[in-house]
Every structure is written in structure tokens, then in C-alpha cells.
């Protein structure tokens, strides 16, 4: 009885015995199903090596998880936003740069895109071209067909009504370097603004010599 009570396994190797059990199942049964869940990782032992590209999903990620401290600065491009989903909420507008004068401009300074001092040259009305062709101001909620300069450049609006012809004829300094096509219209290098019908100006625009 002496010599079998001396075989008999301490409490503290029997504890150690089911610990050392337990978890050998535990990563035996995770292997044996092909599945290992975060039980069985340890914190911060996974890195992107480890990722297979393109297998992580939007699914995969709970909402709200990413923050712009998990994101390498020059990463995410213009492909990767969907269309409508960056609002001035989501800018820093303290952080956004100043646009030269020049650029994105055609090389004219950004003030001289202000509205000119001079008003707009209304056709037809005293000391402006008149109508020609039969053509007149189609009237309702359309603007009166005029002309003015802007940064250099020419530019119409307004809507006539008329059989086609000549609309107006353009006086020296609001004319193009060489006839100008727009559509339907054309504004020839003499002055004339010739159409086919009724006609809107709106939009037309033209560099002077």
C-alpha cells in the first residue's frame, strides 16, 4: 500500500496535466475544423504580411473601427471613395492651401474675374448694335441679349427670337481673331453673330485679338 501511494500523482501535476490537455485540444480542434478564431491569436501577433491582398471586405470591419491614424499618409486615392461620400464636413478647411492667381486660370490673375465696372452692352437699346435680320429679344424670363468683356475675354447672353441670319453685328474691340463656332452659331471674325432660328447666347464666349 506504501509503494502505491507513493505513485500517486501530486494535486499540483494533476492541475498541470488538465491544463496542458485543455489547450492542446482546444488548438488540435482548431486545426482539425480549419478554423481558428481570435481565441486562439494572441494581441498584435498579426501583421499585414500575414493578410492576403484583397480578402479583407468592408464586411469585415466593424463600422466606425478605422481611424486616420490606421491609414499611411498617400494611400487611399481617388478609385477608392465612392462617388458623393466626401462632404466639407469631412475637410479641414484650415489645412487647405491658397490657389496661386494664375493657375487653373488661363494664366489671368483670379481678381480679374470680378464682374467688369462697365454694365452690360444690351443690344438694341440706345447707342448699343441693333437687331438685324428681324431678330428681337425673346422677352419672358430670358435675359436681353448682350455682350460684355471679362478677364480678356468676350461674352454673350440672353435668348433673341428670329428667322436666322445675322442677330447683331459686334463692334471693333468684341470680336474674335477668326470666326468662333458655337453649335448653331457662329461669331465671325467681322462681328456678326449668326444663327439658324431662335437662339440663345448664354455660355458663348471668345478671346479678342
Known sequence: MKRIAALRPSPALVIACIALFVAMGGVSYGLATGSIDSREISDNTIRSKDVRNNSVYTRDIRNNDVRDIDIRNGTVKGRDLAKSTITDDNINMAKLGQVPDAAALGGVPAAQYARPAEAVHLVGTTGEPAYESGYSA????????????????????????????????????????????????TVQADGDVIATGDVSLDGIAFRTP
Open 138 to 185: 425673346a422677352g419672358g424670363t430670358d435675359l436681353a441679349p448682350g455682350f460684355w468683356k471679362l478677364a480678356g475675354m468676350v461674352w454673350l447672353q440672353g435668348s433673341a427670337d428670329g428667322p436666322g441670319g445675322t442677330v447683331v453685328s459686334l463692334p471693333e474691340g468684341y470680336r474674335p481673331a477668326g470666326d468662333a463656332h458655337f453649335g448653331t452659331t
